[in-house]
């Protein structure tokens, strides 16, 4: 059993393949690595700084097409990681001035992502729900799915929080793709993008009435592939333990505590607290205007967002929004955030709503709530915006839930938690970084909904 190090990692293996089959396992050749995962990146990303005094470059050779094999253990929680990934570039080359030899960077991203992203999706998908045009464009173009996994036995509509599913990765078993229903049957054409650019497209005409924040967002982590809303994300954390970190800038090293060296956030910076009243006129996350001009029936519909009156979100805590929980008084938000000043967008009208006629026009698509639902809830879950660094915890990915437990910022010691920054907060990029001296450190970005509290320690 390794020993306990909340700040070391170990590399147990690199193996290098190149296109003819030839293989070499390079774990002791590599310097320092990088790992990024994002719930705006469609793939995990990495590097591996590697010095090559074997002469492995040039003999191998590498030509930044070689598959690449790695295992990646951290000392705190004992957690592993096995990556299937594809090199596609190196560079920074750096021959020794002793000569005999060379640094390099090895630059590398999933290997499913890269086999999806050699091709391009030019094809039509019709009377089909968005969530099902997800699985099949992952399961032509990223990686084979098995069969859906109902999670709850006992009711075979539901699998976690709001009817998701999972489905395992034929190309790598230990890994699957969570999938969120989406609502209605719609058609469209999906024009020359490449499959993730598909999923992003797809992603953004997603529409689910149980989860209004319309968040859905494809993307991938070390460990799985997800298709799903932030409501999803927060909802399910409700039915797992959360990951507890507290800030403090010194902490025990006692061994008979090793929590608080696993669990403290040694840097914090608070990016954003929601104190920005230019951003939120300008942003229209209070107040927002879709007018959709009807070009067949030769009519114009305003549709008015506010903030207070249409906000059916829910917050961190996984409940409706609290609206006392928003960085601005009621009194301020009813004088300030007003229709002459909402954010304006224009929608050409090409779809059926309740009332219509039926015709040849597509079916309801919901695009004026989306884009008010969305923008809302996407400005006012960025409002409260945290970085942190610490040591170790490879185990944190993108939409995860942690609860943050922070004392107060002026340096006075005072025991009650700081009653806007603390609490849970959705994991939104994670960082990853093993430097030469062997010390592996977490760099996480952090959202939390205004300044809605959650669970926290008290």
């Not at 990024?36 to 990303?45: A, F, I, N, P, V």
């Not at 799915?145 to 998701?164: C, F, I, P, Q, V």
């Not at 597509?362 to 923008?375: A, C, E, G, Q």
């Not at 107060?408 to 009653?419: F, H, M, S, V």
Request: glycine share 6%; with cysteine; aromatic share 10%.
């Amino acid at each position: 059993m390794a020993e306990f190090n909340p700040g070391s990692a170990d590399i147990g293996k690199a193996l290098v393949t190149g296109a003819s089959g030839k293989s070499k396992d390079i774990a002791s050749l590599i310097v320092s690595f990088e790992l990024e995962q994002s719930l705006d990146l469609m793939s995990y990303s990495g590097k591996l700084k590697v010095l090559d005094g074997i002469g492995f470059m040039e003999t191998f050779p590498l030509r930044g097409e070689e598959k690449l094999d790695l295992k990646i253990s951290s000392m705190d929680l004992g957690t592993e990681k096995n990556l299937k990934a594809q090199v596609f570039r190196i560079d920074s080359i750096v021959p020794s001035e002793s000569g005999g030899q060379v640094l390099y960077t090895m630059h590398f991203i999933s290997r499913i992502s890269y086999t999806a992203f050699k091709r391009k999706v030019t094809k039509s998908y019709n009377r089909k729900s968005m969530d099902q045009i997800a699985r099949i464009l992952f399961d032509t173009y990223f990686s084979k799915l098995g069969e859906k996994d109902y999670l709850d036995k006992n009711d075979k509509t539901k699998t976690l929080s709001y009817a998701a599913y999972r489905m395992p990765v034929i190309d790598e078993p230990d890994r699957s793709f969570y999938i969120q229903p989406t609502a209605n049957i719609s058609d469209i054409i999906i024009p020359d993008y490449m499959p993730t650019q598909a999923m992003q497209f797809i992603q953004n005409l997603s529409f689910q009435p149980e989860t209004p924040s319309a968040s859905f967002k494809f993307f991938e982590t070390l460990d799985n592939f997800y298709f799903v809303t932030d409501e999803y994300l927060i909802k399910s954390a409700r039915r797992k333990d959360l990951i507890n970190l507290f800030y403090s800038p010194a902490s025990s090293i006692d061994p008979k505590r090793p929590d608080d060296q696993i669990n403290r956030i040694e840097h914090l910076e608070v990016s954003s607290k929601g104190l920005n009243t230019a951003s939120d006129i300008i942003n229209g996350g209070y107040t927002s205007k879709v007018t959709e001009i009807d070009l067949i029936r030769k009519k114009i519909v305003n549709n008015n967002y506010n903030y207070d009156k249409n906000a059916s979100f829910i917050d961190m805590s996984g409940n409706q929004v609290d609206l006392k929980d928003d960085p601005h008084s009621e009194s301020f938000r009813k004088e300030t955030f007003t229709e002459e000043n909402a954010r304006n967008f224009f929608v050409f009208k090409n779809y059926n709503q309740n009332g219509d006629i039926p015709g040849s026009l597509h079916v309801d698509r919901f695009i004026p709530t989306i884009v008010s639902n969305k923008l809302s809830y996407q400005h006012h879950l960025n409002q409260t915006t945290v970085g942190a660094t610490m040591k170790g915890r490879l185990d944190i990915a993108p939409g995860m839930v942690v609860n943050l437990s922070i004392k107060a910022l002026d340096g006075l010691d005072t025991p009650e938690a700081n009653k806007t920054l603390s609490g849970k907060y959705l994991v939104h990029t994670v960082k990853h970084s093993r430097d030469d001296s062997g010390t592996l450190g977490c760099a996480l970005k952090l959202i939390k909904f205004g300044w809605s509290k959650g669970i926290v320690n008290e």
